[in-house]
């Protein structure tokens, strides 16, 4: 049973498009991280959200955590070639706890 | 800050022989690391909880005699991949909890683990 549903799985689209990426699960999580990833490498951390409702903006980045805090969603405004990469959501149950990972959305942005 | 180190980032080996991973903390002390397992184009999975001082916590299907796993220090936690054979052919990634964070956990660039 996959606690964190991510969606789409892949995404691709042309340079200057918008799209989101959905994080959805039916059990309340202390906190949601987001990070993207490049081949060969690992996660680097995008943003953690704690409260219900937030939002949180980096650039062209908007990540927001639902008010029942069992979801999140990231919005890419224009998107660009360099945004290209395996972005994945991350959340943990209970303070200190493990995170539990969404499936990951592969996005390919092409020029 | 939040700088997390993997050492060696690449290793090839023989089927049957050993592999040491190194997964060291710059710039913090973590008293919790954690251990990944990644195939291409899917997601983390997570092999065991490494705790500094005491026993690493492993997830379900995971061979603890398999992946032994050592935290003697609140920055260095080692994964050593026992008798290696083909199939343990994967990305290895940690992570390291930073002890004033709430939940982040901070990744090392991986380890690509080849066994022929």
């Known amino acids: 049973t996959q606690l964190l549903e991510q969606s789409p799985q892949f995404l691709s689209i042309q340079e200057g498009e918008n799209l989101t990426v959905y994080c959805n699960s039916s059990s309340v999580f202390s906190s949601l991280q987001w990070y993207r990833q490049e081949p060969g490498e690992g996660p680097v951390l995008l943003v953690t959200?704690?409260?219900?409702?937030e939002v949180k903006k980096l650039k062209r980045l908007t990540f927001q955590f639902g008010d029942a805090r069992k979801d999140s969603s990231l919005h890419i405004t224009a998107a660009q070639p360099g945004d290209t990469g395996l972005y994945l959501c991350?959340?943990?149950?209970?303070?200190?706890?493990?995170?539990?990972f969404g499936q990951g959305t592969e996005l390919s942005v092409k020029p | 800050g939040a700088v997390v180190s993997q050492h060696p980032s690449w290793v090839i080996c023989k089927s049957g022989t050993s592999v040491k991973i190194e997964c060291r903390s710059l710039?913090?002390?973590?008293?919790?690391m954690f251990w990944y397992r990644q195939f291409p184009k899917q997601s983390l999975m997570l092999m065991a909880t490494?705790?500094?001082?005491?026993?690493?916590?492993?997830e379900q299907g995971v061979e603890k005699d398999k992946f032994l796993i050592n935290h003697a220090s609140l920055t260095l936690s080692t994964l050593t991949v026992t008798s290696a054979h083909p199939e343990d052919s994967s990305f290895y990634i940690c992570s390291a909890r930073d002890q004033g964070s709430y939940n982040e956990q901070f990744f090392g660039p991986g380890t690509r683990l080849t066994v022929l």
């Open positions: 959200v704690v409260t219900g409702g």
């Open positions: 490494s705790n500094e001082g005491s026993k690493a916590t492993y």
């Open positions: 991350a959340g943990a149950r209970d303070i200190g706890g493990k995170l539990i």
């Open positions: 710039d913090f002390q973590a008293t919790t």
